[in-house]
């Protein structure tokens, strides 16, 4: 499994806010490493979303937000479209491994 | 525009060889550091490889270690990841894509991916 935690899926109305959790521990999120959010619609490549737990890249649209706590971080999405329908991931990096470490994924489904 | 553009993706036995390379243009390369992410069919993202902008740091990830070797050409905005004793586990999109640090950084581009087929 992944060394961060994400819920395999989510859904929610148009118009509405969703939110995905991302759970690591004290060698990467806990230890203070930033959490970056990508997004990947159906076919294509991920593209950076959020970066440093809350920045967004000129670009991506002020409906998506992030922060992050401790071991935790968190990816809101409000006035949910049809467009969100993609996956989504967070990634950090962790000092054990000494690598870059990735969610398992979200799957975010707009109904 | 930045572009990284994948290639050398294709069908391969297992236990074979196959050299991907990852073509940066649109932005001057020298300063970024590449990563490789693959994904296998269905699956989430797993990071493959790092190599640091003067290609002196590379670092892989366990399950590639002594299989895989990341190498550039900044002459020819190039990187290449060079994969042998490839496993039908390997079998994978395979994605480049940049960072301006060697790790913890976010990848701000990425190119479309080269598919890895493993398969006899």
Same mark, same amino acid.
């Given at each position: 499994?992944?060394?961060l =935690?994400?819920?395999? /899926?989510?859904? %929610? *109305? ?6 995905i959790?991302c =759970?690591?521990?004290? /060698?990467?999120t %806990? *230890?203070g490493y930033d959490v970056h959010w990508y997004q990947q ?5 991920p593209k950076l979303l959020i970066f440093n737990n809350n920045n967004r890249p000129s670009g991506v649209p002020d409906?998506f937000s992030g922060s992050k706590?401790?071991?935790?971080a968190s990816l809101a ?11 989504y991931y967070c990634q950090s990096y ?6 870059t470490v990735f969610g ?8 | 525009?930045v ?29 970024y550091h590449?990563h490789?992410v ?7 993202l ?51 894509a940049r960072s301006w640090g060697y790790s913890a950084y976010p990848f701000d581009y990425w ?10």
């Amino acid at each position: 499994q992944s060394v961060l =935690t994400q819920p395999p /899926s989510v859904s %929610g *109305a148009p118009g509405q806010r969703v939110t995905i959790s991302c =759970t690591g521990t004290g /060698s990467n999120t %806990g *230890a203070g490493y930033d959490v970056h959010w990508y997004q990947q619609l159906p076919g294509t490549a991920p593209k950076l979303l959020i970066f440093n737990n809350n920045n967004r890249p000129s670009g991506v649209p002020d409906r998506f937000s992030g922060s992050k706590s401790g071991t935790s971080a968190s990816l809101a999405i409000t006035g949910l479209q049809s467009e969100d329908d993609a996956d989504y991931y967070c990634q950090s990096y962790d000092s054990s491994l000494g690598d870059t470490v990735f969610g398992g994924g979200t799957k975010l489904t707009v109904l | 525009q930045v572009q990284l553009v994948e290639s050398g993706g294709g069908v391969v036995q297992p236990g074979g060889s196959l050299r991907l390379s990852c073509v940066g243009s649109g932005f001057t390369f020298t300063p970024y550091h590449i990563h490789w992410v693959r994904q296998a069919p269905g699956k989430g993202l797993e990071w493959v490889a790092v190599i640091s902008s003067d290609g002196r740091n590379k670092d892989y990830g366990d399950s590639v270690k002594g299989r895989f070797s990341v190498s550039r050409d900044n002459s020819k905005n190039t990187v290449f990841l060079e994969m042998n004793s490839l496993r039908r586990e390997d079998t994978a999109m395979f994605y480049c894509a940049r960072s301006w640090g060697y790790s913890a950084y976010p990848f701000d581009y990425w190119g479309q991916g080269t598919l890895v087929t493993v398969s006899s």
